[in-house]
Nanobody, 127 residues
Framework: QVQLVESGGGSVQAGGSLRLSCAAS????????MGWFRQVPGKQREGIAA???????YYVDSVKGRFTISQDNAKNMLYLLMNSLKLEDTAMYYC?????????????????????WGQGTQVTVSA
């Protein structure tokens, strides 16, 4: 089992920045891929960024160049730095952990179909 707790969401004006954090605990030694996905009510999950234990990163096109995913393996922390925020970035953001022994190369990260996820943190971008 893996437990995830997100924090750092809030309200920000368009063009602003936020940094999300995710504290991970539990059986992490076999977790090779972690990432972030977001969801708007009534819409499907959208995977936005993922990172492998070795540091390889993946981004969906809509956030490339604006968002940066990073991790601190020693502290079991995952981060998402979001710059140049847009109105369409408004969503609930979730931290996810992939199935054991699975790298991010599969499709589950882009669909937000992680094995574990947290309770989410709301990000609201206003004009």
């Amino acid at each position: 089992q893996v437990q995830l707790v997100e924090s750092g969401g809030g309200s920000v004006q368009a063009g602003g920045s936020l940094r999300l954090s995710c504290a991970a605990s539990g059986y992490l030694s076999t977790t090779y891929c972690m990432g972030w996905f977001r969801q708007v009510p009534g819409k499907q999950r959208e995977g936005i960024a993922a990172i492998e234990r070795n540091g390889r990163t993946y981004y969906v096109d809509s956030v490339k160049g604006r968002f940066t995913i990073s991790q601190d393996n020693a502290k079991n922390m995952l981060y998402l730095l979001m710059n140049s925020l847009k109105l369409e970035d408004t969503a609930m953001y979730y931290c996810g952990a992939g199935p054991p022994y699975s790298y991010c190369g599969g499709t589950y990260w882009i669909n937000g179909n992680y094995a574990y996820w947290g309770q989410g943190t709301q990000v609201t971008v206003s004009a």
